[in-house]
């Protein structure tokens, strides 16, 4: 798969060298189950016709750009995780293309003539809640007609699970109670989020968000390790494992994925003091409890 970083400097080279493709269009955050299905619909129709899979996304979030920066976006993974599930689900191209003030600006029809149709798009095809251009004005209903009527549209339905529908929105909103185990009915998979070991606690990497504060069974995984054991997360969003990890880090690997499976109990207080460990601003213990 290639990735394509769009800008107004470099776009005009792109749309040169650009192929005729279907294209799935979205943020994508997350790539959970109403993801996956507007990009397996996306890649049928492209196999129907012998076309390359596309996707375009954008970064940084809008909301971040359109609040002057004002606005927190918590990100459920950075993008090289994305590109990675973009490749397994069979996309040839990524397109990234750079949210600013500038593209903000630009009317529903100059989108999908600078961004679909000059970049070969003959196919979109998107979330039924997709928007596009100034105001996010345009959406899926006047699409095909934003196109002169020259792009096939296909919007796709509200995936629901237990009768939610499934967003990012959703399952942030999940993260933030602890309900970790709910996640892999919503994303096809466990949450996963990467981290950095500094002797004492993991501290998540860039554009991942870590659950509620709380006791989680997990798995730990290293370049060569993998080990299930229980965590801590603090008010603080460190996370401390309960049990010695020093096998998960020689020969100087200080990387570790945590995936999340089950959140235990909300908070965990000391025995004998009853000190709420949560809030605690440093942790030097290894325990094994139940």
Not at 23 to 43: E, P, S, T, W, Y
Not at 103 to 110: A, N, V
Not at 262 to 288: A, C, M, P
């Amino acid at each position: 798969m290639e990735t394509i970083y769009l800008n107004p400097e470099n776009l005009k080279y792109w749309q040169q060298k650009a192929k005729q493709s279907v294209m799935a269009l979205g943020f994508f955050d997350g790539i959970h189950n109403g993801h996956r299905k507007v990009i397996q619909i996306a890649l049928q129709k492209a196999r129907e016709q012998n076309l390359l899979l596309t996707v375009m996304s954008f970064f940084p979030h809008p909301k971040t750009v359109l609040s002057n920066g004002k606005t927190k976006v918590d990100y459920l993974m950075p993008l090289p995780d994305k590109q990675k599930l973009f490749s397994d689900l069979g996309v040839d191209i990524f397109y990234i293309v750079e949210f600013d003030r500038e593209f903000t600006s630009l009317l529903p029809e100059k989108f999908v003539a600078k961004y679909l149709l000059d970049l070969g798009v003959i196919h979109a095809v998107a979330g039924f809640d997709y928007s596009y251009g100034f105001r996010g004005e345009g959406n899926m209903d006047r699409l095909k007609a934003d196109s002169m009527g020259i792009l096939e549209v296909t919007k796709v339905n509200k995936v629901e699970c237990n009768g939610e529908k499934i967003s990012s929105t959703c399952i942030r909103e999940k993260l933030a109670k602890g309900n970790v185990e709910d996640l892999p009915a919503f994303l096809g998979r466990s949450y996963e989020v990467g981290c950095e070991w500094d002797g004492s606690c993991l501290t998540a990497r860039p554009y991942y968000t870590i659950p509620a504060s709380g006791r989680y069974a997990v798995t730990l995984t290293g370049e060569s390790y993998s080990q299930e054991m229980d965590v801590i997360v603090t008010s603080e969003k460190e996370i401390i494992p309960l049990l010695s990890i020093s096998e998960l880090f020689l020969n100087g690997n200080t990387t570790v994925s945590v995936t999340w499976h089950q959140r235990i109990r909300e908070e965990v207080k000391d025995s004998f003091t009853g000190q709420n460990w949560l809030h605690s601003t440093k942790y030097s213990f290894v325990w094994s409890g139940s």
